[in-house]
């Protein structure tokens, strides 16, 4: 049984989800976009049956957490405000992380900026670039043969410039059938999916995400989500709507100067995982070089590789638990309130 909580202060309110002991070592699963602390609904009791305090908030503009008017609320600095409140609300001096998608730069400017907070990171699809995630910072970093500069030169992350750019369209387009948008967007990953281009790649070529209109019919991903997850989701994205979830993607300036003050402590002492999802046609960390300023950047890296498209954790959830379970038995085995498994579980393997 999940236990539903939400924390208020006096700058925002986070609702989450809890499982496990209340003396357990915290565990918070962060997640990105257009998600809940739902995506979250095949770790937290698994980690909470193992002994630790597994939470997963609703980041801010998401679910039952607050939702704020303004597009600079949303820089990772606020997040990152709001993880830290967590974690004192909860009683706790440290956690081990572990972010998806947006939740993963969450982690990751943890990380840097209150590394005294952090007992280990983990990071799903987008890995650990100093600088900060945007546009300017992964582009020089794209498989150039599949994206030509000429014809690409935002490579998979052309999307992004189209929120930049056309932000209400694009606030529209998802919109418009929230139930539908949520169909089109949760699919499972298919092998062969990096050979070709993804096509995020085109958004602004093709006037939106889903060529200029509203998201297409789609019979629903149940590798991905049940009936009732998409309904949840799709209630929630009704609700509060997409331009809370798309303000996440218009903040680089300010997340690339939130990175600079931190510039002493780029390298990641802390023992850190990255699950590359090796088919993930947008987030693509294994031909391209998006994962190289990580491994210079980080002191304890662990690499693992999952066969999974971007929705990794709810599509592969026991693969996902067997990689966490496993490095958390190798590195932090002191953090276990129950003793860990020998080998911290199969299904993945070591990149």
Known sequence: MLRETTLRTDRHETFYLAAGPEDGTPLIFVHGWPELSLSWRGQLPVFGGLGFRAVAPDMRGYGRSAVH??????????????????????????????????????????????????????????????????????????????????????????????????????????????????????????????????????????????DGGPAPAAPLDTRVLSEAEAAAYAEALGRNGFRAPAYWYLNGEANAAYAARARDRWRLEMPVLFLHAAHDAVCETLPSRLARPMRAHCADLTETVIASGHWMAQERPAEVNAALARWLAVKRPDLWRVAPPPSGGQGAADA
């Open 69 to 210: 008017a303004a597009r600079e609320a949303y820089a990772l600095e606020e997040a990152v405000a709001d993880m830290v409140e967590l974690l004192d609300h909860l009683g706790a001096e440290t956690a081990v992380w572990v972010g998806h998608d947006w939740g993963a730069p969450v982690v990751w400017a943890m990380a840097q900026q209150h590394p005294e907070r952090v007992e280990a990171a983990a990071g799903l699809c987008v890995p650990y670039l100093p600088e900060g995630l945007s546009v300017e910072s992964a582009a020089p970093l794209a498989d150039r043969e599949l994206y030509p500069e000429d014809r690409c030169p935002a490579a998979q992350w052309d999307y992004q410039l189209f929120y930049r750019e056309s932000l209400d369209a694009a606030v529209a387009a998802f919109e418009a059938d929230p139930a539908k948008s949520v169909r089109a967007l949760f699919r499972a990953g298919r092998a062969g999916a990096l050979a070709e281009p993804s096509p995020t790649a085109s958004v602004r070529a093709r006037g939106g995400w889903f």
